[in-house]
Every structure is written in C-alpha cells, then in structure tokens.
C-alpha cells in the first residue's frame, strides 16, 4: 500500500487536531451557558464509545479541558494515537486529569512533574500544555514506544514509584483518545452546573470560571490550555529520562 502523500497526512493532522480543539470549545462554551442560564447538580461530561460496546467516561468540565489540551498537544506534534493513550492514560493516575499544584514532595500539574528534577519551573508545569508537551518530548525518545506495554512505556518517562498503576487506566484513556483525536464517532455531552454560582454577562461570567474553577476556562479554550479541579491524591514523578541515543 503507497504511503498517505503529504497533503493526505497533513489534513488527517488537522482534523484530529480539530477534533481536540472542539472539545475544548464546545466544554468552555457549556459552561458559559450554564453560568448565564442556570442547570440543575453539578456540572459532568460523559464521552459514550460509538462501538455500542457500553464504554463510557465520565468526568468534569475542566477534566474535560485537560484531556482535550493534552490531545491537542500530541496531534500538534503529529503523534500517533497511541502516544496521546499513553499521555492520557498517565495523567488519569498521576492527578486524574486535574491542574493540581501540590504533589509527593514538590511534583506538580497533570503529569505530576518535579522542578527540582528538570522538569520546568512550576509555574511552567502548571501550563497543562507545556506539561504534556514536555511528557510527549521525553516518551518519542523512548524506542518503540508504541509498541512497548502502556505501562512501560508510561514509566519510562515518568519514573514512578507505582510503575504498574498506569495500566488500569488504558480502557478509559483508549476511548477518550480515540474520541479526541477524532478517530471515533464517540459522543460528548455535558450537563450540570456549580451550585450557588449566579453570573449575567460576558465579565460577571469570566469572574465566575476563575472563581470557582481557578482559570480563565473560556481563555484557555481559545489557547488551547486547560483548567482546574478539585485536589485528589497525589503521585510522583521521577527525574526526566536520560535521552536515548
């Protein structure tokens, strides 16, 4: 079989990456309606697989955000699929897909990432973007990664403490890369909102993402960046991998 030309492979990029974009879009701009408008319980999103095999991922807006940006990341790179599983998969353990700034000794954002072992500064790692595409810098430089178990492949750039712990995460991040990157129909929906949130207008709305979500979602949409959640159980990160030569 030829080779997809250039322009082929270059509008598959695209689409992928578009596929990302949208989600980031469509989540800043559900939450905006539902500051404005109002809406019952919590705010959730589900992604449903399009297989009819019953998969299906729930979890928050602003998780939501995050995984969009870290597929967004790897498309932007050209990445295979299987590398934004990996990311995924590897953030879903580390932080569960939430911007935390608190980690086992000073580990911080979605990867879990240490400035003390080269990672970036903090405020650096804290950038969902900067921190995936830091994780994706170091994981193309593992050898065959693709075709390396995700846990393997996930320990050799994170260098963790639990190296097993990433493979209980490979069916959720599987769907959701395959909902991101386009590949897949699945579906996307939202619904909920913040309780005790009342917000009119374009400002009074902004004021409330940052208040209660702690980021500009509605910015970080348009960025490509991503938001924050609520704390859960830290991991740990080792130094990066030694660059393979």
Request: net charge positive; proline share 9%; glycine share 12%.
């Given at each position: 079989?030829?080779?997809?030309?250039?322009?082929?492979?270059?509008?598959?990029?695209?689409?992928?990456?578009?596929?990302?974009?949208?989600?980031?879009?469509?989540?800043?701009?559900?939450?905006?309606?539902?500051?404005?408008?109002?809406?019952?319980?919590?705010?959730?999103?589900?992604?449903?697989?399009?297989?009819?095999?019953?998969?299906?991922?729930?979890?928050?807006?602003?998780?939501?955000?995050?995984?969009?940006?870290?597929?967004?990341?790897?498309?932007?790179?050209?990445?295979?699929?299987?590398?934004?599983?990996?990311?995924?998969?590897?953030?879903?353990?580390?932080s569960a897909l939430r911007n935390i700034d608190y980690g086992d000794r000073d580990?911080?954002?979605?990867?879990?990432?240490?400035?003390?072992?080269?990672?970036?500064?903090?405020?650096?790692?804290?950038?969902?973007?900067?921190?995936?595409?830091?994780?994706?810098?170091?994981?193309?430089?593992?050898?065959?990664?693709?075709?390396?178990?995700?846990?393997?492949?996930?320990?050799?750039?994170?260098?963790?403490?639990?190296?097993?712990?990433?493979a209980k995460h490979e069916p959720d991040a599987t769907l959701l890369a395959a909902a991101l990157t386009g590949r897949s129909a699945a579906t996307?929906?939202?619904?909920?909102?913040?309780?005790?949130?009342?917000?009119?207008?374009?400002?009074?709305?902004?004021?409330?993402?940052?208040?209660?979500?702690?980021?500009?979602?509605?910015?970080?949409?348009?960025?490509?960046?991503?938001?924050?959640?609520?704390?859960?159980?830290?991991?740990?990160?080792?130094?990066?991998?030694?660059?393979?030569?």
């Amino acid at each position: 079989m030829p080779e997809p030309s250039l322009p082929s492979k270059r509008r598959g990029r695209l689409f992928r990456f578009g596929a990302a974009f949208v989600v980031l879009l469509t989540v800043a701009g559900y939450l905006a309606v539902r500051y404005v408008t109002g809406g019952p319980g919590a705010p959730g999103c589900r992604v449903v697989s399009a297989k009819g095999d019953g998969a299906t991922y729930e979890f928050t807006p602003e998780q939501a955000v995050n995984a969009a940006t870290i597929t967004a990341v790897g498309t932007a790179r050209d990445l295979p699929e299987r590398a934004v599983t990996i990311a995924l998969a590897t953030a879903l353990q580390e932080s569960a897909l939430r911007n935390i700034d608190y980690g086992d000794r000073d580990s911080v954002g979605l990867f879990q990432q240490r400035p003390s072992q080269g990672w970036g500064t903090p405020e650096q790692i804290m950038d969902p973007a900067y921190a995936a595409e830091k994780f994706y810098e170091h994981l193309v430089e593992v050898p065959g990664y693709t075709r390396l178990p995700l846990t393997v492949a996930a320990q050799r750039v994170q260098r963790s403490g639990f190296p097993q712990a990433y493979a209980k995460h490979e069916p959720d991040a599987t769907l959701l890369a395959a909902a991101l990157t386009g590949r897949s129909a699945a579906t996307l929906t939202c619904d909920g909102r913040p309780a005790a949130t009342r917000a009119a207008g374009a400002d009074a709305v902004r004021a409330a993402l940052v208040r209660d979500f702690g980021r500009d979602v509605l910015g970080a949409g348009r960025r490509g960046g991503g938001g924050e959640g609520p704390r859960s159980p830290p991991r740990t990160t080792g130094p990066p991998p030694e660059t393979a030569p």
